[in-house]
């Protein structure tokens, strides 16, 4: 098992020696060619510098660590027409700083990912939001190529959710027009709101189903098992490489620190449910988690790592995880 975070590593005294920086599209759009080529450059110099500093950092830890959500704005604004043009000059130079991350992901075995945000709906009835959503598909992927992934079925995971008014058929109709390295790449997941777990199961033919157990709770205010017969299922969808699911805990105050939480009890509103916890703080809950030994876990959480390493040395002292 491995145990990830996303997007920002942080120190032990909680602060990024490694961040990403982007900049607005109002700001970029005020430029002229030359100073905008020369701040996309310099953004996405910067933003690679760092994803490797986090890389070997990460290459350091146990195995069990190695795993993390890259930022989308890892190139800021690519998809902006007026960006993706002048990317195609930058490229060139850029590219060697990508297959270096890419190289030292693969040399230490750390498993990486992206996480489009909610605007990428492949499923929308609304073709201009389609073609959007395609379009930061494969500004993701081609990242991840650039890094010297897409070579084969899930050597690199970009993650989205399947909600949109078209459902299953949108989202198929969508993913067929994927290059084929996106569709080798893509994976899709439950959501608290619209895309139940039995929802996005539909869509397991074509791509990985993530399960995020907690998305499952909120919408349905149910703890699924380990041995629940949907989750062999979602391991057929992974066509054997080892299946992700994504784990978070309501915010301190809102739940109890252990136990099993019923939303009856709570009396709580679900938009309240939703947001993240700093910290993995009812063990109850974190035994549930770990209770899924055949997945890796992306830990979503606000500490990021620093929640991650707790939860990972409280797994060990209880014997849920083996260290190597």
């Not at 920002?8 to 607005?24: C, E, G, I, N, V």
């Not at 027009?177 to 994976?187: D, F, G, H, K, V």
Request: glycine share 4%.
């Amino acid at each position: 098992m491995k145990l990830g975070f996303a997007c920002k590593y942080l120190d032990q005294q909680a602060k990024q020696p490694y961040p990403f920086k982007s900049t607005t599209r109002t700001r970029f759009l005020s430029l002229d060619d030359d100073a905008r080529i020369t701040l996309l450059n310099l953004l996405a110099q910067n933003n690679l510098q760092n994803l490797y500093l986090t890389l070997e950092q990460l290459a350091k830890e146990p195995e069990a660590l190695r795993m993390m959500r890259i930022g989308s704005d890892l190139l800021p604004l690519y998809t902006v027409p007026e960006a993706t043009q002048l990317y195609g000059e930058l490229l060139a130079e850029l590219t060697p700083l990508l297959r270096r991350c890419g190289d030292l992901a693969r040399s230490h075995h750390i498993r990486l990912s992206f996480h489009p945000g909610q605007y990428t709906v492949l499923a929308s009835d609304n073709e201009g939001v389609v073609d959007r959503a395609i379009e930061d598909v494969e500004y993701h992927a081609t990242c991840a190529v650039l890094m010297g992934f897409g070579r084969q079925f899930q050597d690199f995971k970009i993650n989205i959710h399947m909600n949109g008014k078209k459902g299953i058929d949108g989202f198929r109709a969508a993913f067929l027009r994927l290059s084929p390295e996106a569709r080798n790449m893509l994976t899709v997941e439950n959501d608290e709101i619209s895309c139940s777990l039995d929802d996005v199961l539909q869509a397991r033919d074509l791509c990985p189903v993530v399960l995020d157990i907690h998305h499952h709770w909120v919408k349905e205010n149910h703890y699924i098992q380990a041995d629940d017969e949907r989750i062999a299922l979602i391991n057929e969808s992974w066509r054997g490489v080892r299946p992700v699911l994504h784990y978070s805990i309501a915010q301190e105050g809102i739940i109890p620190d252990h136990g099993f939480p019923d939303q009856q009890d709570l009396a709580i509103s679900k938009s309240k449910l939703r947001a993240h916890s700093d910290y993995y703080f009812n063990q109850t809950l974190n035994d549930w988690a770990l209770s899924f030994n055949a997945f890796d876990i992306m830990c979503e959480v606000k500490m990021k790592n620093l929640a991650r390493d707790r939860l990972y040395h409280s797994a060990l002292e209880r014997q849920l995880i083996t260290a190597r």
